[in-house]
């Protein structure tokens, strides 16, 4: 622990890019459970909060191979700051759901924000090289696996307390502030990462995404024990998006 705390203490633009790491993972627990909620209210229906992880999840997956192509292609600082400041306002477009008739905005609201979220994920972690020593990298990964992991626990209970005592509005005001605060914070990290494609670059490096997904399960099939693991934590997402679902209605 005290290996964390000296790389946060004596490098101030990593500790700028950890606490919006940390911001940012608080806010989405708030919108996680607001949405969860606004729609058991609304709408009542399990499928219907099945819809909400779909919408989470499908952007991540369809988003993420092309991601870092816009990190190669754009200074990463600056398309975090403005990934951010996007989300807040899609965010607060959750406002404007208050009735069952406007729940597929929440949806299309959803899909937006996460695929903002695809693209801010991989340029902050190609980023972290930039900020960080050599010798330092593997304990600001670890670092940041911890982090994910507390706020795992952290994030859901201050989110439910939010939406339980403050209402689901506030929990979305809430979800708005993280993001502009995680801006703030990555606006003080003065290390500036260069763009390293250029548009004919970006289009191959599209085109190599498509390849590489293609020949990575080409793979997958031609080894049976990487495959089966590969079926297991499939399966075992699928499982686990159950057990989400029936959270709302079980703690009502």
């Not at 606490?19 to 009542?44: E, K, M, P």
């Not at 949806?107 to 972690?125: G, K, W």
Request: no cysteine; glycine share 6%; net charge positive.
């Amino acid at each position: 622990m005290n290996v964390y705390i000296s790389l946060l203490q004596r490098n101030r633009n990593f500790r700028n890019l950890w606490l919006a790491r940390v911001v940012s993972n608080l806010g989405d627990w708030f919108n996680l459970l607001a949405s969860a909620a606004l729609i058991a209210h609304l709408s009542g229906a399990g499928t219907a909060i099945s819809f909400l992880f779909l919408a989470r999840f499908l952007p991540l997956f369809v988003m993420s191979p092309f991601a870092g192509v816009l990190a190669d292609r754009y200074e990463r600082r600056t398309l975090l700051i403005w990934t951010d400041i996007l989300r807040a306002v899609v965010v607060l477009g959750f406002l404007l759901v208050d009735r069952p008739e406007r729940i597929w905005l929440l949806y299309l609201l959803t899909v937006l924000q996460f695929m903002l979220s695809a693209v801010f994920t991989p340029a902050q972690q190609s980023y972290l090289p930039a900020v960080v020593d050599r010798e330092d990298l593997v304990t600001a990964n670890a670092l940041d696996s911890f982090t994910w992991s507390t706020m795992l626990a952290l994030g859901a209970l201050l989110g439910g307390v939010a939406t339980a005592f403050l209402g689901v509005q506030a929990a979305f005001l809430l979800d708005a502030l993280t993001f502009l605060v995680s801006a703030w914070f990555l606006a003080h990290v003065t290390v500036r990462s260069r763009a390293q494609a250029s548009a004919q670059d970006g289009r191959s490096a599209v085109r190599r995404a498509f390849v590489e997904i293609v020949e990575g399960m080409r793979y997958l099939g031609a080894q049976p024990v990487l495959l089966t693991f590969a079926l297991v934590k499939a399966a075992g997402a699928l499982v686990w998006g159950s057990v989400n679902v029936l959270e709302i209605p079980l703690a009502e």
